[in-house]
């Protein structure tokens, strides 16, 4: 689905809409959707003439594409160009393919880390009898030098 979608966002009887509605129908809270739109991922947010946001449907779909992206766990820098990319029909797949990429080599790195701190608590886990003596192999280790 692109950006500039007239496909109707379910319950909304008119729009441009407020940044509560906006908010509940992205998903995102409205701190984090003025958060985003500071950041620039939005673009130029229409406004009343009392200053109030009026947010289009196409903003919304792009509230729900940055949390979308956001709960895959996309940096803000990576989701800004990610809304980019999106919003340009001359992009090349290969450039959304490199963030990606380097956005799954980022978490197995993470996963790897994760995975060797828990080896280790399970091996100092084994040592402790858990019982009511003062000694502990875990508190032990994590004293060493």
Avoid at 95 to 122: G, T, W, Y
């Amino acid at each position: 689905m692109t950006p500039d979608t007239d496909a109707p966002l379910h319950g909304v009887a008119h729009w441009p809409v407020n940044i509560g509605t906006a908010a509940q129908l992205s998903g995102i809270s409205s701190k984090m959707l003025r958060h985003y739109e500071a950041q620039g991922l939005l673009g130029a947010v229409a406004r009343t003439d009392s200053n109030y946001r009026q947010y289009s449907q196409a903003d919304v779909h792009t509230l729900r594409f940055i949390r979308r992206a956001r709960d895959m766990g996309f940096s803000l820098d990576a989701v800004s160009e990610l809304v980019g990319l999106w919003h340009n029909r001359r992009r090349s797949s290969a450039s959304v393919k490199r963030i990606a990429q380097k956005h799954h080599d980022d978490l197995a790195q993470r996963i790897a880390a994760l995975q060797a701190m828990q080896r280790s608590l399970d091996a100092l886990l084994c040592h402790c009898p858990g019982n009511d003596r003062p000694d502990c192999p875990i508190l032990d280790d994590l004293g060493k030098v």
